[in-house]
């Protein structure tokens, strides 16, 4: 998949006014990642010499996660144009002629179903044409705001019109600018280096380019894309559309890759959910980022899983909640509302109905009876509760942190445990049974005298 010699700008900068937010619109999750945080994991099986964030003033947590790309500051942000002016100053020296990249691939943060495939695609045909720009065009059913693609007659491109510049004519194409585009890199700077701000917006254009481009006798082209990979987000609405095809998409490879998804359109994925071959996944289940699933485990309905590591044949749920830093061993069962957080039970261990388990460890083979808490907060620290091979914790036990239960002990049901218990011991923690013969029914009697 890799492509020598070429250079990644991506264009992060845009205020993102439209979704009406506090966070920069790239930081935006699509499927539990950042927008920002696909584009580069698309990039990186081409193996860019280069990769360029440009991002604004204030926007640190942006240049932080893409790391190690190099990120520039575009100030203040004066459109698409000014960007990529932005970005190639930092390559400066590297790009052809002097340099040995031979093209720079220009991405918009805010695309993030884009894939590696179809940006080799983009310059591919690049190399292939010899044009000095080629820009991504795709057909929406709804072109809306998408800057329009004007055609030669020869299937060249003569200019991009944006939507707010366009004419009723011009608005009618249904071929549009998809934001990404390959550029020539010995003529990139040249050609960025001629753009104004007479437009609508007052902005530098980058697709303004393109009649630059033809005024120096050079050759503009489009390739067509698949659509749904250009969809660029630029309100809330836009971010739903983007996550439920990314959502379709992550469905598709794991059923591919040999998982069974009972109703697929009800299974939430992170992009980075990792489920082994002859998983089983009811309906309604969310995983959020960071979950890997083992072979052969079967994840029931409603179960919300974050963080988390199940190992192989394990059943979890229906209605379990796995926290971060919950890893369950081989074999491992964890039913009907149980919660568990930073813990790991061991293989075959069993946490059947209503627990919560935060902070510790659980031993092989042991098991926790219904209701069993883990007291873990004092209302300050955390502490952990550790408990041994094969322990039988009886139903609603409270094990108050920091405290161990030794392998193979039983702790009796209701108990209420604040010291270790040795290896092997019964432990009953609990106020002693009294039974007073006769007593309810006098009670009874009592009261219904009193009325
Ligand atoms: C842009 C295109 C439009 C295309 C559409 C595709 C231009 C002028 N218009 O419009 O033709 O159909 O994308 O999605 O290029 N950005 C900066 N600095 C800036 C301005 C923007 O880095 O000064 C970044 C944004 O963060 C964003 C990207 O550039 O990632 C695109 O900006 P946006 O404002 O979303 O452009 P569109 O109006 O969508
Ligand atoms: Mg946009």
Redesign the pocket.
């Known amino acids: 998949m890799s492509r020598s010699d070429f250079a990644a700008v991506i264009?992060?900068?845009?205020s993102?006014t439209r979704m009406q937010s506090t966070i920069p619109?790239?930081m935006h999750p699509v499927a539990g990642r950042p927008m920002i945080a696909h584009l580069t994991a698309a990039l990186a099986p081409l193996r860019p010499t280069a990769t360029v964030v440009?991002v604004a003033p204030q926007m640190e947590a942006v240049a932080r996660l893409v790391e190690p790309a190099v990120s520039v500051v575009?100030d203040p942000?004066?459109?698409?144009g000014?960007?990529v002016r932005a970005g190639l100053a930092a390559l400066a020296g590297c790009l052809a002629p002097q340099g040995a990249i031979k093209d720079v691939l220009v991405l918009?943060?805010?695309?993030p179903l884009l894939q590696a495939e179809t940006l080799a695609l983009l310059i591919d045909e690049r190399r292939r044409s010899a044009a000095a720009v080629v820009v991504a065009a795709l057909r929406p059913p709804h072109p809306g705001?998408?800057?329009r693609l004007v055609l030669a007659g020869d299937g060249a491109l003569e200019r991009?019109v944006?939507a707010a510049d366009a004419t009723p004519e011009e608005l009618a194409l249904g071929l549009?600018?998809?934001?990404i585009m390959a550029i020539a890199a010995c003529h990139a700077a040249g050609l960025v280096a001629t753009l104004d701000r007479n437009n609508a917006k007052s902005e530098f254009?980058?697709?303004d380019i393109v009649p630059a481009a033809r005024r120096r006798g050079l050759d503009c082209r489009v390739v067509e894309l698949p659509a749904e990979e250009l969809i660029?987000v630029?309100t809330r609405a836009d971010l739903a559309e983007a996550e439920a095809l990314m959502q379709q998409r992550l469905r598709h490879r794991a059923m591919e890759a040999g998982t069974t998804l009972v109703a697929p359109e009800t299974v939430f994925l992170s992009a980075d959910t990792r489920l082994g071959r002859d998983v089983t996944v009811e309906p309604n289940v969310v995983f959020g980022p960071g979950v890997e699933i083992g072979e052969g485990a079967r994840i029931k309905s409603f179960s919300h899983l974050e963080g988390a590591s199940v190992g192989a044949g394990a059943i979890v749920g229906p209605f379990a909640r796995l926290r971060p830093g919950a890893v369950l061993e081989e074999g491992v069962h964890v039913g009907n509302f149980v919660e568990i957080k930073e813990a790991r039970l061991g293989a075959g261990a069993k946490a059947n109905h209503l627990s919560y388990i935060g902070d510790g460890t659980v031993g092989a083979g042991a098991n926790i009876g219904a209701g069993t808490i883990t007291c873990n907060y004092d209302g300050v620290n955390k502490h952990r509760t550790i408990i041994g091979e094969r322990a039988f914790i009886g139903s609603n036990a409270a094990l108050v942190a920091p405290v161990e239960i030794g392998a193979g002990a039983i702790v009796a049901a209701g108990s209420v445990v604040t010291r270790d218990v040795p290896k092997d011991a019964l432990s009953v923690a609990r106020g002693q049974q009294v039974d007073k013969p006769g007593r309810a029914a006098e009670i009874r009697a009592r009261l219904r005298r009193q009325n």
């Open positions: 264009l992060a900068a845009g993102g619109k790239v440009v575009q942000p004066l459109g698409t000014d960007a918009f943060g805010d695309t705001a998408y800057g991009i944006e549009v600018n998809g934001g254009y980058l697709t660029g630029n």
